[in-house]
């Protein structure tokens, strides 16, 4: 991972609370948004960066929205990065959850309430799916269209149809990896190709 300027303390508290106050879904719908934040916004971290720390970060047990902000942080600022990109994170969910949990139980009959809930989910999906696309675009370049089919095909088949944790499957990437490091040669030529 290439160094990086350390972020102000301030723009690092404001991009992770846009986050937890617009992270509708939880952890995994907010990862669209720590990428927009951390990598087109503010140019903290490259897209490759924030591939490698979303990978680990999902092989480690606990929940990913505070688990990326942390490490954004500690990286971008220290420990106090750190707790303060979390404090950021968690500080909206925390009130937002207080407050329409007791709307909810109030107003839980009233149609219009019910509808909110299922009209952040279609917004959530296409978040999801721009997301899907731009990996499958950094693994058509970096492995090759086959290369990346054939792994998303066998990684599909172990969770959904053998139930194989999505964790234990990164996991066995990341030491295959470290155990069969690409050759010299084809390692150069994959950082030259356009």
Not at 60 to 80: E, H, S
Not at 159 to 180: E, K, M, S
Request: include cysteine; hydrophobic fraction near 55%.
């Amino acid at each position: 991972m290439t160094p990086h300027a350390k972020a102000p303390l301030s723009a690092l508290f404001w991009a992770f609370t846009r986050i937890g106050l617009f992270g509708f879904g939880g952890g995994p719908a907010m990862i669209p948004l720590v990428q927009q934040e951390v990598v087109k916004r503010h140019a903290w971290l490259s897209d490759e960066e924030f591939a490698d720390i979303l990978a680990i970060a999902n092989t480690l047990p606990g929940p990913i929205a505070t688990k990326m902000p942390g490490y954004i942080g500690f990286r971008l600022a220290g420990t106090l990065g750190c707790a303060i990109a979390v404090g950021a994170v968690i500080l909206p969910m925390i009130v937002t959850m207080i407050a329409l949990l007791t709307t909810l139980s109030r107003y839980r009959d009233v149609a219009w309430i019910r509808g909110m809930g299922h009209a952040v989910v279609p917004v959530v999906m296409v978040m999801m799916g721009q997301l899907a696309l731009d990996f499958w675009q950094k693994s058509r370049l970096a492995l090759g269209w086959i290369a990346s089919l054939v792994m998303a095909a066998g990684a599909g088949a172990l969770i959904y149809l053998a139930g194989v944790h999505p964790g234990l499957i990164i996991g066995a990437l990341l030491a295959i990896a470290l155990l069969c490091p690409l050759p010299k040669h084809q390692a150069k030529r994959k950082e030259t190709s356009p």
